[in-house]
């Protein structure tokens, strides 16, 4: 089952404008991670928090974590044409083997980012 | 350094024939993941390996499909027989650690694009 769930769904912005994406997770978390993808390409990783981080920077993206509301947010900030794609956090979760973690992902938020 | 390879990468079938996918992953990368994506969704966890063990295949229909790690480096994915809602990409992808430990990004291949008509 998925455990992730991002809001919104879909979000059509400016070019230069920031774009803010949200994430909501049911289980408690090791990390979360957001990827991106490209139509018809595969996942490419952009940023992990740590479950004990509350902020974490990488170029013009910036993740926020707060475990308690169980929620995460991806801010791309002066947003550009290529950045038009789908995006996903990823939860690093307990699994079903003993010990052991999996990576779950949600359904992700289609951006669009008009020129 | 290479990144996660997969084959084929587009495939079309009939329901109720078999078909397998191969993956290698980065060299060293501990954590294998097979991941099912049908279209306008997210990945969803079919099995995940650790070295050449499988350490969670819950979400895998075990009656039709199957995996294996060889010697704890490349992979195939199988399905025998195939539906038509197995129409879907395949995703492979590794990371350096297991899951739990520090490096747990994980990196994708482009996926195989499956249709069972």
């Known amino acids: 089952s998925q455990q992730g769930e991002e809001d919104p769904q879909a979000l059509s912005i400016q070019e230069g404008e920031n774009a803010t994406m949200n994430c909501s997770y049911k289980?408690?978390?090791?990390?979360l991670q957001w990827y991106r993808q490209n139509s018809g390409r595969g996942l490419v990783h952009l940023i992990l928090?740590?479950?004990?981080?509350r902020e974490k920077h990488s170029g013009r993206l910036r993740v926020t974590l707060d475990t308690s509301k169980k929620s995460s947010s991806l801010l791309i900030t002066a947003s550009r044409a290529a950045d038009t794609a789908s995006y996903f956090c990823?939860?690093?979760?307990?699994?079903?083997?003993?010990?052991?973690?999996?990576?779950?992902f949600g359904k992700g938020t289609k951006l669009s980012v008009i020129p | 350094e290479a990144g996660v390879a997969q084959s084929p990468r587009y495939k079309i079938i009939e329901k109720r024939q078999s078909v397998a996918f191969w993956c290698n992953p980065i060299?060293?990368?501990?954590?294998l993941y097979w991941y099912q994506q049908i279209l306008g969704q997210g990945p969803k966890l079919l099995i995940q390996?650790?070295?050449?063990?499988?350490?969670?295949d819950s979400q895998l229909p075990k009656d039709r499909f199957s995996a294996e790690r060889l010697k704890g480096v490349d992979s195939t994915l199988k399905i025998q027989p195939a539906k038509l809602e197995d129409s879907a990409v395949y995703l492979c992808?590794?990371?350096?650690?297991?899951?739990?430990?520090?490096?747990?990004?994980?990196?994708f291949g482009q996926g195989t694009r499956l249709t069972v008509v």
């Open positions: 992808a590794s990371s350096l650690d297991f899951p739990g430990q520090l490096n747990t990004e994980a990196f």
């Open positions: 289980t408690s978390i090791n990390n």
């Open positions: 928090i740590r479950s004990n981080e």
């Open positions: 990823a939860t690093e979760i307990t699994g079903t083997g003993a010990g052991s973690y999996q990576l779950t």
């Open positions: 060299s060293g990368h501990a954590t």
């Open positions: 390996f650790q070295n050449n063990g499988v350490v969670d």
